[in-house]
T-cell receptor, first 115, second 111 residues
Framework: EPEVTQTPSHQVTQMGQEVILRCVPI?????FYWYRQILGQKVEFLVS????????KSEIFDDQFSVERPDGSNFTLKIRSTKLEDSAMYFC?????????????FGPGTRLTVL | DAKTTQPPSMDCAEGRAANLPCNHS???????VYWYRQIHSQGPQYIIH???NNETNEMASLIITEDRKSSTLILPHATLRDTAVYYC????????????FGQGTTLQVKP
């Protein structure tokens, strides 16, 4: 069964450093998402992406964040200058987005620890 | 998107049916009801969705009331592996796909 994969599984970085989280969505999916979950809190939407453009972004997704689909298979989330409060699990998801049906398939997540 | 209300926690005996309720009294005509679950710290997992008819798949059944103001997710024979947080999410078909997760219901399946 096809699945969304994410690398690395755990990333430790120093405050102020740039990180890139990588995702490989399911191959025939057209819609891509990033969510995050701070330890003990709800899963929060960050951004949705379609046709090489951001469709929607949340208030969390400020100028420090960017997304890219560089080569038709990978989907990346970059945080330019990490802060302590960026420590969280980051989940990538993808969907085919059939009309009225938006089953999103999530990856296993990347745990980001900012020291 | 309409707001949902779920009980914070429920217990279920292994092998019995787990019935998880969700209220969505402000749902509008073009909004779907989706159910996801999150096992421990894994990525959320899609379970099932519906508009107004009851739905069944290999994982669960979804019963939506006639007025669509509430629904119930049924896991027919719960196992220990079904212990998870279950999220009921309402989303319109014109939405950009943003899923808004609430606190969900923590289902504890006990032996």
């Amino acid at each position: 069964e096809p699945e969304v994969t994410q690398t690395p599984s755990h990333q430790v970085t120093q405050m102020g450093q740039e990180v890139i989280l990588r995702c490989v969505p399911i191959s025939n999916h057209l819609y891509f998402y990033w969510y995050r979950q701070i330890l003990g809190q709800k899963v929060e939407f960050l951004v949705s992406f379609y046709n090489n453009e951001i469709s929607e972004k949340s208030e969390i997704f400020d100028d420090q964040f960017s997304v890219e689909r560089p080569d038709g298979s990978n989907f990346t989330l970059k945080i330019r200058s990490t802060k302590l409060e960026d420590s969280a699990m980051y989940f990538c998801a993808s969907s085919v987005r059939l009309a009225g049906s938006n089953e999103q398939f999530f990856g296993p997540g990347t745990r980001l620890t900012v020291l | 998107d309409a707001k949902t209300t779920q009980p914070p926690s429920m217990d279920c005996a292994e092998g019995r049916a787990a019935n998880l309720p969700c209220n969505h009294s402000t749902i509008s005509g073009n909004e779907y009801v989706y159910w996801y679950r999150q096992i421990h710290s894994q990525g959320p997992q899609y379970i099932i969705h519906g508009l107004k008819n009851n739905e069944t798949n290999e994982m669960a059944s979804l019963i939506i009331t006639e007025d669509r103001k509430s629904s119930t997710l049924i896991l027919p024979h719960a196992t220990l592996r079904d212990t998870a947080v279950y999220y009921c999410i309402v989303m319109g078909s014109s939405n950009t796909g943003k899923l808004i997760f609430g606190q969900g219901t923590t289902l504890q399946v006990k032996p």
